[in-house]
Every structure is written in C-alpha cells, then in structure tokens.
C-alpha cells in the first residue's frame, strides 16, 4: 500500500498535498491551523486549495497515510530520539522506505535550523548578497527555504542567473549536510551585520501584517500600544493598510482595484458601506460594472461579518499587491 501511494502522489508538490489534505480535515480544522502560520504560507495554500474542483478517492487516502507517517516518525524521534524512531521504523516500514523517510525528517530539521535566519532578511537584500555566489551555491541556499521566500529571492536575481539556478534546483540531489552547513555559516556570517540593523523594522513589519489581518479589533490593540509607547503604535500604524485606507485611494486606483477582484467579493465587502463609499466604489467602475455590481447587491440578504472581512481582505490583498509593485502611491488620495 505505501509503494502504491508513492506513485499515485508521484509529482505532486508538498503545497498542492497540504491544500489537499486541508479540504479533507474540512474549514475548521484548517482555520486553527492558518492561525499558527505566517501570512504567505496562508495565502499560498489558500490559492491552491481554490484551485481543487474534486479530490479522487485513492489521492485522499495517500495523503492521510503519509501525513500520518510523518506525525508518526516525528513523535517516535520526540519521544525516543533518533534511534528509537529509526527501529520502530525498520520494523513497521522496511529498510528501504524507512531510510527515505529518516533522511526527509533530518533534511527537514537540518534546514530549519541552519537558514532559519533567512526569515529576518529582505528578498532584495538577500539577493544582493548571494549574487555573486555560483549558481550551485545560490540553489542549495534556496532549496531550503519556504518555496514563496525562495521566489521572491530568486526573481530579484539577473535573468542569466535565475535561468542557471532554477536549473540547479531542478536538478539539485542529495546534499552533504556537511556541505549545507558550511554554507549556511559562511552565509550567515556575511549577513551578520544586515541581521542587526533590521531587526526592529522587521518586528514592526510582521506586527502590522498581523493587525491587518484582525479587523475592526486592530484599533484598540493600537490604542493600548498607543497607552504604552506612542512612537511604536505609530509607526505600527504607518506600516498597515486597512479598508479605510483603501477607500480613501484616488479614483484612478481604486478603477485598477476594482478591476482586479470578482464584482460578487466587492459586493459583500461593501454589504455595511456608508452612502459616501458606496458612491466611491461605484464611481470608480464603468456604468456596465456599476449596474451588475447593484445586481449582486441587491441579491445579498444577510451577510456574516466575517464574510464581510473576508471579501475586503481580498480587495486588500490586491491593493497591498499593487502598492509593493508601484503601481498605486498610497499618499496620493482624495484627501
């Protein structure tokens, strides 16, 4: 059975196995595991989960019986260390899948505790510092990070390079950990004085992704923090991006905004808008957009409030999207 469900989820990416397995545990389980992880990792497996019309039968068990084994094997190592998981594992799998299995669980372990580091680094100042290095260099760098962090590092490179390392990391087998090691501490070394000088902006950063993912709770957070230091709550404050804020966009970004999220979203997003907002959504749409936004509208009855900050977290995303890419200048408003 498990060599069977080796070759059923046989070119499948880890990300497209756990949206699998988060359909399969169903919306509540999934929720409380999202509020343990970062704001990307969120979003990549919400992308992909959107993306999965039906789950065959066979998939299913597979990805249950190996997210089982390696729960498993990481509590046979919590509780009697490596030696003890490995002859349980001889045991209940056989040598062979034994083997693969231990040497991905010390893969695992090996790169989050040697490029751990990599978390507190910008994309752009990563890249700027192992530019240089060979792309062989660069892909076992990026082979242990998260697969979006790795992006974003990988696209801040030159053309020539990112075709040279992608190749690399297509093709990239086993690596000594020995080797993983040297790197990861020649890496961290040139990277010492970067670490120190962005620590404090990181903290403030990940605080305001944070809050802007709360809702209408995010302003009396800030106003006990606000309490307690008031430098800090500002410039918690000028690091989020609320639905007020997007509201208060010229007309012209709002259009591009608007133009990149479904009319049904923006409907339930302005299920509780004011008169005022309601006019500044639809002025920004073309007349056959205005009327077939009013027809959803009007279709909506009763609306959860979280349903509600769902659909402006969307609207949210896109604009949080477009402000990193320079296409909407967050300063320029009607105000």
Known sequence: MADDNKDILKGMSMLSKVAHFCV???EDATVKIFQHLPKNIVEDISTEITMISSIDKEISLAILEEFHLFTRSKNFISSGGY????DILYKSLGKGEADEV???LSRMKLAAQSFA???AINPKQLSDFIKDESPQTIAVILSHMEASKAADVLMQLEEDIKVKVTMQMATIK??????VRTISVVLEKKLESLLSSIVDVGGVKVVADMLNRVGPKSQDILKNINGVDTSLATKIKENMFVFEDLLKLDSEYVMKILQNVDTADVAVAMKNATEDDMTKITSAMSQRASDRFKEEFEMLTKVKIKDIEAAQRKMLDVAQKMIEEGAIDRDMDDN
């Open 117 to 119: 580091y990599l978390d």
């Open 102 to 104: 231990l040497a991905k």
């Open 174 to 179: 086993d690596v000594s950990p020995d080797v």
């Open 24 to 26: 399969l545990i169903g």
């Open 83 to 86: 030696d003890y998981a490995k």
